[in-house]
């Protein structure tokens, strides 16, 4: 067997395994598996709003695929959505976030980095919406690679519009995501090619973001600092083709037109090296692009998130805040 069928085959294996270990996990805690019928993410009521109708979503086999949820985690999105967390009216400030979940490109765990985030930048006047988006392997998208992505933009794209219905400043409307979910966010942030028009209104609307906070985020496809399984699952076969491992590295991409961009790491983290933001940051210093900052702490592995962080990693939520305040994406 050659080199090129062996590092195919094992990419394909490593996909059949990831798609059994809702079942896997669900067997080890005994929660049974959701059916066709499963109900919503425990989202307490918030509005969901589907990206797509039916019939226009790009990138589809046109199979019909339902939702996977186990264990407070999605594993297939049967409808790419977002769901809405607004603040009371009078603590508004008509700033937006996009908030992406994580989960190594196979699942997104919604509620530790999706809920909690939004209501605590709800905290701050922020109206937040959660996106979950479809992942690489589900059987319903032809190219896996830029399925998120395509929800990403398309997320933004949706809630711009509707900027007047929120309460919303249209300029400032961001992305946050944490693991992979900080890739999602890279990659729209840093990709200009548009990967989610398909020939409505919105095609007229713009998909950058205004500004991006990335938490331990997945950035380089490079062997040095990758996350392997991210990468695997994002490129499938192609994991080992360079050119797809350059297209989808977000340090090889960037251009002075990222917008300004918060990148919070732990140096401790054992899964998705912290060479990962430093890179990122480095990129965008190098092309000049304005407002980036850069946070490494010396603890937190692979956890940040918002209660019981170690020593000053503690501080990332209040460096957030008043980053988004100097940079005038927030009010003071």
């Given amino acids: 067997m050659n080199t090129q069928l062996f590092h195919i085959l ?11 270990a809702p079942a ?3 067997k080890k805690k005994k929660t049974a598996l959701p059916t066709a019928a499963a109900i919503d993410i425990p ?7 589907n990206l797509w109708s039916p019939g226009t979503t790009p990138n589809s086999t046109g199979m ?3 939702d996977s949820i186990v264990n407070h985690r999605i594993w297939r999105a049967g ?3 977002l769901y809405v967390y607004e603040p009371v009216v009078e603590e508004r400030t008509g700033t937006a976030v996009i908030i992406i979940p994580g989960g190594g490109y196979v699942k997104q765990a919604y ?3 999706g809920i909690s985030m939004a209501k605590w930048f709800n905290t701050m006047g922020v109206t937040a919406f959660i996106l979950l988006h479809r992942l690489p392997n589900q059987p319903d998208v032809v190219d896996g690679s830029i399925a998120p992505t395509q929800d990403a933009q398309r997320a933004i794209r949706l809630v711009r519009s509707r900027a007047a219905e929120f309460g919303i400043d249209p300029n400032k409307i961001g992305v946050m995501g944490t693991s992979a979910g900080g890739h999602v966010c890279a990659c729209v942030s ?3 090619d548009d990967l989610s028009a398909i020939g409505d209104s919105l095609d007229a609307v713009s998909f950058r973001p205004d500004y991006a906070i990335l938490v331990s985020p997945v950035i380089s496809m490079a062997d040095s600092i990758t996350h392997r399984v991210s990468r695997d699952c994002l490129l499938g076969p192609n994991a080992k083709d360079e050119a797809k491992r350059v297209q989808f590295s977000m340090d090889r991409q960037v251009s002075r037109q990222n917008p300004p961009t918060l990148l919070i790491h732990a140096a401790d983290d054992p899964a998705v090296g912290v060479m990962n ?3 990122m940051f480095a990129a965008l210093q190098r092309h000049g692009a304005k407002n980036a900052s850069l946070h490494v702490f010396p603890f937190g592995k692979h956890s940040i998130a918002l209660r019981r962080q170690p020593g000053s990693t503690a501080l990332w939520t209040t460096i957030a805040e008043e980053w988004m305040k100097e940079t005038g994406i927030l009010k003071q």
């Fill in 10 to 20: 094992a990419a394909a294996l490593l996909c059949i395994s990831l798609l059994n």
């Fill in 24 to 26: 896997a996990e669900a």
């Fill in 43 to 49: 989202a307490e009521s918030h509005r969901r709003i």
């Fill in 64 to 66: 019909t695929v339902s």
């Fill in 79 to 81: 409808e790419p959505r």
């Fill in 111 to 113: 509620e530790v980095s």
């Fill in 190 to 192: 840093t990709i200009t």
């Fill in 277 to 279: 933001s430093v890179s």
